[in-house]
Structure formats: structure tokens, C-alpha cells
T-cell receptor
Framework: DGGITQSPKYLFRKEGQNVTLSCEQN?????MYWYRQDPGQGLRLIYY???????QKGDIAEGYSVSREKKESFPLTVTSAQKNPTAFYLC???????????FGPGTRLLVL | KNQVEQSPQSLIILEGKNCTLQ??????????LRWYKQDTGRGPVSLTI?????NTKSNGRYTATLDADTKQSSLHITASQLSDSASYIC????????????FGKGTHLIIQP
């Protein structure tokens, strides 16, 4: 079963806590992306990676961190520095940067 | 500043009817335009991708048009079905910026039986 997966589907964060969202793909894509989606807003880019061991900040990177140690995996950590983390987080991948993106099912993050 | 404006924000139509969603963009340079369908609580799925030289592209009951001169695109849905209820997102690629993409806010479409 090929594709891009995200886990968990729902995640709850307590004040001052770091949480990590998982994103895995078995499409052999080089590029991977993290987006944040808020109600009534377009998708906003948090981080992206064009190749293993390399990643770049997007438009709203503050309070977030990523790693790209394996081609298949691009986890996103929401740190305590992100003051308004409640949102729907989408991971995507593409064969190469700026080509058609394939999105995962998303993770909804809620703050307790 | 690159921008993508979609209209209407939301739309309700009866099952079986046709509808057209609009996308106006001010993105430069232009590389391509994509329409995505996003079901509630799910990730977006690509419907069509159009380059500068393409005027029309179809995917089943979905037909996208592009007028590169006026920087407008439309997505026409024919004989709507309940499963068409979703948000439709227009995305324009400029080939620049972090990911080279500018996302519209989407049109929320509801199909009523």
C-alpha cells in the first residue's frame, strides 16, 4: 500500500510540552513539506526538505523544528515556543521540489 | 506579493446541478496552476494541473480552464454528486519562493440531496 501517512490523527498538547508529528512516505520522493491549515486560511508552509539531511524554513517556521535523516521520514516537532499550535497539520511529498505534491491525511493538534 | 483569490468562499447547490468555481491570481512568474479537492478532515487530492499553454483540462466530471492573459482559472463541476461536497483549493506555482507555491483559501462546496 503506497502513499504518504501521518500519525497520530489527533494529538493533544499540554502547556509547555513539545510534541512530534510523524510523516512517512514510500513513494521514493525526494522532497517533503509541512503545512499548517487554519480555518478560513490557505495552507502555510512551515518547513520543507528537498533532499535527505537538508531542510529549509518556510513562511511560519518559528516554534517548529524538523529533521530529515531518512528519505522516507520527515517528522515535525511543535515546541513550547509555538504559542498558538492548534491547527490541522498536513505533510506532503513530491518527486522533486516544486512538482505536484501528494498530501497525507493530516494530524489535528489540540491544546489542553 | 503573489496572491491567489478564490470565489465564492462557500457554495450550496442541489445534487445533479452544475457549478463553477473561480480562481484569480497575481503570481509572477507563472509556472502552472493546480486544483485540489479536500474532503473535511483529510489531505488535499490533486484534480488537475495546467501549464501556460493549456486552456482546458478535464478529469471526469471536473473541467478546469485557464486564461493566462487575464490570470483567471475556473473549475466546472458537472452533474454534481453528494461526494463532491468538499473544499476546492487553487494553487499557483511561480517556481520561486520556498516551495514555489501560493495557495488560495479554497471554496467550500456543499451538495444537498
Amino acid at each position: 500500500d503506497g502513499g504518504i501517512t501521518q500519525s497520530p490523527k489527533y494529538l493533544f498538547r499540554k502547556e509547555g510540552q513539545n510534541v512530534t508529528l510523524s510523516c512517512e512516505q514510500n513513494l521514493n520522493h525526494d522532497a517533503m513539506y509541512w503545512y499548517r491549515q487554519d480555518p478560513g486560511q490557505g495552507l502555510r508552509l512551515i518547513y520543507y526538505s528537498q533532499i535527505v539531511n537538508d531542510f529549509q524554513k518556510g513562511d511560519i517556521a518559528e516554534g517548529y523544528s524538523v529533521s530529515r535523516e531518512k528519505k522516507e521520514s520527515f517528522p515535525l516537532t511543535v515546541t513550547s515556543a509555538q504559542k498558538n499550535p492548534t491547527a490541522f497539520y498536513l505533510c506532503a511529498s513530491s518527486v522533486r521540489a516544486r512538482e505536484t505534491q501528494y498530501f497525507g491525511p493530516g494530524t489535528r493538534l489540540l491544546v489542553l | 506579493k503573489n496572491q491567489v483569490e478564490q470565489s465564492p468562499q462557500s457554495l450550496i447547490i442541489l445534487e445533479g446541478k452544475n457549478c463553477t468555481l473561480q480562481c484569480n491570481y497575481t503570481v509572477s512568474p507563472f509556472s502552472n496552476l493546480r486544483w485540489y479537492k479536500q474532503d473535511t478532515g483529510r489531505g488535499p487530492v490533486s484534480l488537475t494541473i495546467m501549464t501556460f499553454s493549456e486552456n482546458t483540462k478535464s478529469n471526469g466530471r471536473y473541467t478546469a480552464t485557464l486564461d493566462a492573459d487575464t490570470k483567471q482559472s475556473s473549475l466546472h463541476i458537472t452533474a454534481s454528486q453528494l461526494s463532491d461536497s468538499a473544499s476546492y483549493i487553487c494553487v499557483v506555482s511561480s517556481g520561486g519562493g520556498a516551495d514555489g507555491l501560493t495557495f488560495g483559501k479554497g471554496t467550500h462546496l456543499i451538495i444537498q440531496p
